[in-house]
């Protein structure tokens, strides 16, 4: 039962054009949602998140949505750059307080010059 | 820099041969957190530790063994691989309390012939 999803295994988008990542959910108990970005090789790092008390959150070129009755947020890379180019997770949890995440499958993205 | 550290980074063991895998951290978070991703899969969390209180996912297979000595270490003992083991295993750290993102290591991939 996979209660987060990332249905777009892939997106490819051109070097500074709009970059959006789409995640679905479907247990309405979470209240908070993040975004992590991996790069080959390494751990997922944090990179912005979202309380569902919030439907917006901007941290400089990346903005994330927050739709909670259609239980969907969605993360926009504005202007997108080849470094972001990774695969990106959706993740959700509970209670919020350094908790289980439960994660998505992953979109990797690729960046196009 | 403080940070979270796997070793090794690439595991290969043969079948039923038990295997540990290790994580350190400089954070002095009190909850570290192991999860197994397969390919094109989500990360699945498998067990967590706040301080040294264990929490055993439902689904993780007895197989898998946990422990935990002091704030810094934690070991993931695998005491019969079989070839479905193989995988990557992610550590991750947090600071409960703190409405925050856990902090990933850069994952072991395990390889089970």
């Known amino acids: 039962d996979q209660q987060v999803k990332q249905n777009s295994p892939s997106l490819s988008v051109q070097e500074g054009r709009i970059s959006i990542l789409n995640c679905d959910y479907t247990n309405s108990m979470f209240d908070y949602f993040l975004w992590y970005k991996k790069y080959p090789a390494e751990g997922p790092t944090f990179l912005i998140s979202?309380?569902?008390?919030?439907d917006k959150n901007e941290d400089g070129r990346f903005t994330v949505f927050l739709n909670k009755s259609a239980k969907h947020l969605s993360l926009h890379i504005v202007p997108s750059q080849p470094g972001d180019s990774a695969v990106y997770f959706c993740?959700?949890?509970?209670?919020?307080?350094?908790?289980?995440?439960?994660f998505g499958t992953g979109t990797r993205l690729q960046v196009t010059l | 820099d403080a940070m979270v550290i796997q070793n090794p980074r690439y595991q290969v063991t043969q079948f039923g041969k038990p295997v540990t895998l290790s994580c350190s951290q400089t954070?002095?978070?009190?909850?570290m957190y192991w999860y197994q991703q397969k390919s094109s899969q989500a990360p699945k969390l498998l067990f967590h530790?706040?301080?040294?209180?264990?929490?055993n996912e439902a689904d993780t297979p007895d197989n898998f063994q946990s422990r935990r000595p002091n704030t810094s270490f934690c070991f993931l003992d695998i005491r019969s691989p079989g070839l479905g083991d193989a995988a990557m295993y992610l550590c991750?750290?947090?600071?409960?309390?703190?409405?925050?993102?856990?902090?990933f290591g850069p994952g072991t991939r395990l390889t089970v012939l």
């Open positions: 979202i309380s569902s008390i919030k």
């Open positions: 993740a959700a949890t509970v209670d919020g307080t350094a908790s289980k995440l439960t």
């Open positions: 954070l002095n978070h009190n909850v």
């Open positions: 991750a750290t947090a600071r409960q309390g703190v409405r925050n993102e856990q902090f």
């Open positions: 530790y706040y301080d040294k209180d264990f929490n």
